[in-house]
């Protein structure tokens, strides 16, 4: 009999990004499965990364979650911060992405740049960022 590949890390995140989506959109288990025509237990599998989700049944999961397939495979912004934060919290996650949507909206150049330095300042000696002044750069 064949071995069972070993889940990588795409599987993973495969299966977290399912499950994401799922809650995001309030369905539950019950409901997702009853779609693609899978058991619930699979759809737990799936999301847990401990199968591999076959390709037809992506695609159904894409329909039912009303999403393209690309879905799965693409970085997001969210992947980039938790690989560079590895221990931050998903409260602090949240707080920080909703915090770059109005920082983008704030379309006074020098009153970013204020508060950049007042928020490396805030953050201490290892947050600080040289003179505090126009500097881009993100603590790491």
Do not use: C
């Not at 990588?8 to 025509?37: C, M, P």
């Not at 393209?68 to 693409?74: E, V």
Request: hydrophobic share 35%; charged share 25%; no cysteine.
């Amino acid at each position: 009999m064949p071995r069972k590949p070993r889940r990588t890390a795409q599987d993973l995140l495969i299966g977290r990004r399912l499950r994401d989506r799922r809650k995001f959109l309030k369905q539950s288990l019950q409901e997702l499965s009853a779609q693609v025509g899978v058991s619930y237990q699979q759809v737990q599998k799936y999301e847990s990364g401990q199968d591999r989700i076959p390709a037809s049944i992506l695609f159904s999961i894409s329909k039912a979650l009303n999403i393209s397939p690309n879905y799965f495979f693409t970085r997001t912004l969210e992947d980039e911060v938790r690989e560079a934060y590895p221990d931050i919290t998903k409260e602090a996650l949240s707080e920080a992405m909703a915090f770059l949507y109005w920082f983008q909206r704030i379309e006074d150049k020098p009153l970013r740049d204020q508060l950049r330095a007042m928020l490396a300042h805030l953050g201490g000696p290892s947050g600080a960022t040289g003179s505090g002044q126009g500097s881009n750069k993100t603590p790491k």
